[in-house]
């Protein structure tokens, strides 16, 4: 069958067979996808479902759709499906592993900006940050809030003053109790 095509149509076969095989599979997921988004629909209308609910799983399912059909697109033009899922992979568990260890820094500078704008204390205030109802917490007077700790100067009748560095997002786990200014509760 070959044979019988003009030679300028067979060197261009190697260009018109993969480009018409991904136009064939784009236009598969496009109808698959209004498809599925027409039942959808009837079965949200037929069975009183939350619009929401239809929304949400028919976005899941276009994503899923659109999904296969890019990586069915990329198997034409000869890319390999393992080694992109070995390279998604790859890069997603140095994500996670990257998150989870910036994650406390993150959270205790997020934790800053939300001190900084509510203000549940200032400096000089004299603080204490409690375990509970009944137990004594850590108490003491804010001299520095910097970007991962707010620092708390306890001061001691019979021994030196020491210095507490606490955690800014301790401060969004636990009830503050506050005095203002430089006035010490009384005991």
Known sequence: MLDRLPLWVRDWLGVIMPSAQIVLIVLVAWLLRALLGRLLERIGTRYDLP??????????????????ALLAV?????????VLWTAFTGFAAVGAVAFFAAWSVLSNIFCTVLIFTTRPFRLNDQIELLENG????????????NLIYT???????????????IP???????TVRRWHGRGLPQA
Do not use: C, M, W
């Open 51 to 68: 619009k929401e609910l239809v929304v949400g799983v028919r976005r899941v399912f276009g994503f899923v759709i659109y999904t296969a």
């Open 168 to 174: 800014n997002n301790l401060f969004f786990q636990r």
């Open 74 to 82: 990329l198997d034409r033009l000869g890319v390999s499906g393992t």
């Open 134 to 145: 009944e137990k004594p917490g850590l108490k003491g007077r804010v001299i520095d809030v």
């Open 151 to 165: 620092t708390l100067l306890e001061s001691h009748e019979n021994r030196p003053d020491t210095v507490l560095q």
